[in-house]
Nanobody, 126 residues
Framework: QYQLVESGGGLVQPGGSLRLSCAAS????????VGWFRQAPGKEREGISC????????SYLGSVQGRFTMSRDNAKNAVYLEMNSLKPEDSADYYC???????????????????WGQGTQVTVSS
């Protein structure tokens, strides 16, 4: 019954903002590195950000760096992704997963603690 639930997606205009949430249940999210991923229709899943367990350092995909900000709220057992200056190419389903580390943004080392959830859909369009 370990679970990660994404929320906060929606429809926004280009240049708009959204804040996505990743809420954990059944385990302590602070014990793990956590990655955000997205997948657009017909495209492969890509890792876009990762927050480390130890020093809390954060890595971003180049295309989102400077626009997206990842953070933790350990009291709420959650991780967030603040997305600003959204572009149509940001449209995708967004997912979070616990990861072994943030050495890479890719999903090769996501932990089987949970599986891929339903995600939350982000649509950036006029």
């Amino acid at each position: 019954q370990y679970q990660l639930v994404e929320s906060g997606g929606g429809l926004v205009q280009p240049g708009g903002s959204l804040r996505l949430s990743c809420a954990a249940s059944g385990f302590t999210l602070d014990d793990y590195a956590v990655g955000w991923f997205r997948q657009a229709p017909g495209k492969e899943r890509e890792g876009i950000s990762c927050i480390s367990r130890g020093d809390g350092s954060i890595s971003y995909l180049g295309s989102v760096q400077g626009r997206f900000t990842m953070s933790r709220d350990n009291a709420k057992n959650a991780v967030y992704l603040e997305m600003n200056s959204l572009k149509p190419e940001d449209s995708a389903d967004y997912y979070c997963r616990a990861k072994a580390s943030c050495v890479y943004l890719t999903d090769y080392d996501v932990l089987s603690l949970t599986s891929w959830g339903q995600g939350t859909q982000v649509t950036v369009s006029s």
